[in-house]
């Protein structure tokens, strides 16, 4: 392999020397509401009015001129006039003038001159008049035009994933379809001679694993994964195994190679490809050194590590990231402070991931470390998530905040 | 509505109460593992061999016995036979005696006699003979069988949900298929006289958000959402309503009949089913009060408010809570402490669910309060999650520690 190659990257910058080199052409399709569940925006949306557009009733009651019953009491209780008992969904056709009062149901609409609900176990009907026995201060009982939702305000943003708390805000402007990204078709292929996929694997064989957590990861994206199977180290095949993967999908990630002889498979098949070049041959990452990151023909190819935690962690905070900021998609994780409960060691000059148990004890986010090594499965299953040692430290000492990424 | 009914409940031990009163079928069925995931397990599965199962090497190198290069260095380069040149998937087939080594690759399998891997990088090969430029610990560069999962160690549980993370603990026995609760078909009724589904809205009605929300959230814990529509507030037509949805579904959630008189439909529509029974008539619980909870023919029917907060929330935190417990599933949530930014007022003898939004700053993790009434939408996609006042508590005071579950 050609010196000029050889280029290892922090992950940080890593981005902007990727992203000119390839292109996904997502485009955007329309679906239903009630299907845009994990789907990601391709639209802005505002408020085009209100929520609510109209003064709401928070009870069953009595809409008021609240100054009408300033101190009503059991023993001092203050008639007004019944002019009207709204349903759910009907408005009052006239307005309401001083002394009267209509009956409106929870969610109803209130009079607009009224400006409370006296609810209904505080009055009395009598004939055409209502008895009201409870004082009542402004507002009170009701919610006023814009209280929920004010019109202008930004509801959906391009390249929000679209989740049931964000359906409650669209629904209330009652929007049946949304505009959504395409999702991104992704090839997966596992390289090696040591992979089995099922059966009895022979001594020194194992399972494949990267092929199907990397499957079940891009399904948590949203993304369609295509599961190629396992190609034998050999460059030719490699080669074939990733023109067929590169013409029915978006981006490919293929793994395998972590000794040095396969790493350089890898290698060399991308740059046999149409226009093949590697960009990245190695991050100064831990796990996750060996990861190489090339083009065909302006499409990604990652070639992650064939170790699994280092092949999960590397396609989850590189390649995922880098195709997210490629299609303008919002890459949203979710990180809390925790205590960390052991001292971390760490080496400069190498950003590291470390697996971490969250555990609340004693009103504390506390974080054990799970000390691990690349080639690791079971602990993914173990922790909760993982902290990121920066770059340049030496290590956490025990009883440092540290920022924790949950899964 | 008689008397005897007006059960209104706390939260806690609710279940128990109302568990006895329905069923569902749920039954299993098999699915690849690569769809498996977000899908409830419905079986136990051990570890039945060590993983790794070998002595495998993390690194490229000459697997040794570490007593053997006691003291190497560059300038006391130690020669050992070299014995063969492994490739990776391939083991040693004879014993290696002291002064020898082997060849082995990265993920390759170290021969049971060598205790400690050295890096290529530290080694010179003459002809026959490798030198060792470096001195090197028992067990360096190298797993031994075991270290990533025990044999017998339980790597799923039954009703646990499958994960991605999980995956890769599965698949490291080669395991293809897993056997999983089959998906619980709920139907989702909306109610109201105010409510439309689209188009334009007359002044006071409102469009039908909890019809929606309840899909989209069914959808996230991975049950069959089925959506009815709207219904007027009318018995006859709810009681149509719920029987379809009842006669083509293992539970029913119907929203709507926030003010009495619907909610009085709602109650008497469940009543007039076959053996049908309201068990729960209102919850100790703010927003979410008006719950109603009731079957027929022990299918069950949840009759939730028609204000979007509080549905979301009782749908979210009491109704499939119920659905979990009843069919062995593990409802997993994540919580975490965070420090209240204001003070909280809340009345005692009721528990009370408050929207909160997660801040990091300072190191600490802290939870803005978002207050709101349950009539609010647009406060679910504000906020990050929610904090639960219990029952007997007064309010929190700013600066409190509290739990905080993240949506």
Redesign the interface.
């Known amino acids: 392999m050609d010196k000029k190659y050889l280029v290892v990257k922090k992950r940080k910058g890593l981005n902007k020397f990727v992203l000119p080199a390839f292109d996904i052409k997502i485009g955007t399709e329309d679906v239903k ?2 299907n ?2 994990g789907r990601y925006a391709a639209e802005n949306i505002y408020a085009s009015f209100d ?4 003064k ?1 009733s ?1 009870v ?1 009651g009595f809409a008021v001129h609240s100054g009408d019953v300033r101190g009503a009491s059991p023993s001092n209780p203050v008639p007004l006039k019944l002019k009207a008992t709204l ?5 009052y056709g006239d307005t309401l003038k001083k002394g009267e009062t209509v009956f409106v ?5 209130v009079p607009k001159e009224a400006d409370a609900v006296v609810m ?1 176990e505080f009055c009395e009907i009598q004939g055409n008049e209502v008895f009201v026995y409870r004082d009542i201060a402004k507002n009170e009982n009701l ?1 006023k035009a814009g ?3 004010k019109k202008g ?1 930004q ?1 959906l943003k391009i390249g929000e994933k679209i ?7 669209l ?6 379809k949304l505009s959504v990204y395409r999702k991104i078709r992704i090839g997966i292929i596992s390289t ?8 009895k ?9 990267n092929g ?2 990397i ?3 891009s ?2 994206w949203n993304f369609i ?1 295509r ?1 190629y199977g396992i190609i034998r ?1 050999d460059k030719n095949l490699i080669k074939e195994a990733l023109k067929k993967a590169l013409s029915e999908n978006d981006i490919v990630v293929m793994s395998g190679g ?5 790493f350089d498979y890898t290698v060399s098949a991308i740059e046999e490809l149409k226009n093949g070049k590697v960009l990245i041959h190695g991050l100064h990452l831990s796990p996750g050194k060996p990861t190489v990151i090339g083009v065909s023909e302006r499409k990604l190819i990652a070639g992650l590590s ?3 935690l280092s092949s ?1 962690l590397v396609f989850k905070k590189v390649i995922i990231p880098l195709v997210f900021e490629k299609c303008n998609l919002i890459y949203e994780t ?4 925790a205590e960390i409960t052991e001292n971390v060691p760490s080496r400069k000059g190498r950003e590291e991931f470390i697996i971490g148990k ?1 555990i ?1 004890k004693n ?3 506390t974080v054990k470390p799970l000390f691990s ?9 173990k ?1 909760d998530g993982f902290i990121v040692v920066p770059l340049m430290s030496e290590g956490i000492k025990k009883g440092e ?1 540290v ?1 924790f990424e ?2």
């Open positions: 509401i009630e845009s569940t929520i609510p557009n109209f709401k928070l069953d349903k759910i969904g009907e408005s149901p929870t969610g109803g609409v209904i919610i209280d929920d939702i305000a509801i989740t049931s708390e964000k359906i409650a805000s629904r209330a402007f009652g929007i049946k090696g001679d040591e992979l089995v996929d099922s059966g694997a022979e001594f020194g064989k194992i399972y494949d694993i199907y957590t499957f079940a990861e399904t948590k994964p599961y180290d972590t000794s040095k002889g396969s064939g170790n699994p999960f979710r990180e809390i402070f969250l609340l009103g504390k986010n090594e690349s080639a690791f499965s079971g602990i993914l299953a922790g905040k920022k949950l899964w």
